[in-house]
């Protein structure tokens, strides 16, 4: 699991105060609904001021080491992908995000897990085909935005998302898991989780751009 993720491991609400918070760029105090960068080598994920925040929006700033994560939210309730192709890309589970990792130069696979975030052994053409089907989520910013796709009991769904969107729900999944199946609390809770993506997102029709 990448530091990143790590960092998620015990999310607090987002309307939570963040007691003695720092930017972890430059020290300043920061509060609830801050800005997060990426720091695209380690994949750390940093708590960043406002000033740090628009630093690292400037393309080529740091030499690209960081990137700040934006705040795009959209959603596709038509996302084309049939169960055999979800059978293909190797997802044991109803959730899964995809985002392109620049350092190592191709799209990577992620499922939340009682253990964390759990990378999944990605198959490139089958991915590939997927996003040809789906045309109108090709602009996926790499390293800073992800595709979380949620498998229903009538089809696939799909938000493209800020990649700390998915950390919140590894964290989610992970402190709040009990037993085989998880119980009650957390499939609400995850219900919760997308119900508010879908609230603050645009709709998009994924199948036709």
Same mark, same amino acid.
């Given at each position: 699991m990448?530091?990143?993720?790590?960092?998620?491991?015990e999310?607090?609400?987002?309307?939570?105060?963040?007691?003695?918070?720092c930017?972890e760029?430059?020290a300043?105090?920061?509060?609830?609904?801050?800005?997060?960068?990426v720091?695209?080598?380690?994949r750390?994920?940093?708590?960043?001021?406002k000033?740090?925040?628009?630093?690292?929006?400037?393309?080529g700033?740091?030499?690209?080491?960081?990137?700040?994560v934006?705040?795009?939210?959209?959603?596709? $309730?038509?996302? &084309?992908?049939? +169960? !055999? *192709?979800?059978?293909? @890309?190797?997802?044991?589970? %109803?959730?899964?995000? /995809?985002?392109?990792?620049?350092?190592?130069?191709?799209t990577?696979?992620?499922?939340p897990?009682?253990g964390?975030a759990?990378e999944?052994e990605l198959?490139?053409?089958?991915?590939?085909?997927v996003?040809?089907?789906? $045309?109108?989520? &090709?602009?996926? +910013? !790499? *390293?800073?935005?992800? @595709?979380?796709?949620?498998? %229903?009991?009538d089809? /696939?769904?799909c938000?493209?998302?800020p990649?700390?969107?998915?950390?919140?729900?590894?964290?989610?999944?992970r402190?709040?898991?009990?037993?085989?199946d998880?119980?009650?609390?957390?499939?609400?809770?995850?219900?919760?989780?997308?119900?508010?993506?879908? +609230?603050?997102?645009?709709?998009?029709?994924?199948d036709h751009?």
């Amino acid at each position: 699991m990448s530091t990143g993720l790590r960092r998620f491991r015990e999310p607090r609400p987002a309307d939570a105060p963040a007691a003695g918070e720092c930017c972890e760029m430059c020290a300043e105090p920061i509060g609830a609904g801050h800005g997060h960068v990426v720091n695209v080598e380690s994949r750390a994920l940093l708590c960043a001021c406002k000033s740090c925040y628009l630093l690292f929006t400037v393309p080529g700033a740091a030499q690209g080491r960081y990137l700040a994560v934006p705040d795009r939210y959209l959603y596709a $309730p038509r996302f &084309a992908l049939s +169960a !055999a *192709d979800w059978d293909e @890309l190797q997802i044991p589970v %109803r959730m899964a995000f /995809f985002f392109r990792n620049s350092a190592l130069g191709r799209t990577v696979a992620f499922y939340p897990s009682p253990g964390g975030a759990t990378e999944s052994e990605l198959p490139l053409p089958t991915w590939e085909r997927v996003m040809a089907a789906n $045309p109108g989520l &090709a602009d996926v +910013a !790499a *390293d800073v935005e992800a @595709l979380l796709v949620d498998r %229903r009991a009538d089809g /696939f769904v799909c938000h493209l998302v800020p990649i700390d969107a998915c950390y919140e729900l590894v964290g989610l999944v992970r402190t709040r898991w009990k037993g085989f199946d998880g119980g009650q609390e957390v499939w609400q809770a995850i219900d919760a989780f997308f119900e508010r993506l879908r +609230a603050r997102s645009d709709e998009v029709r994924a199948d036709h751009g």
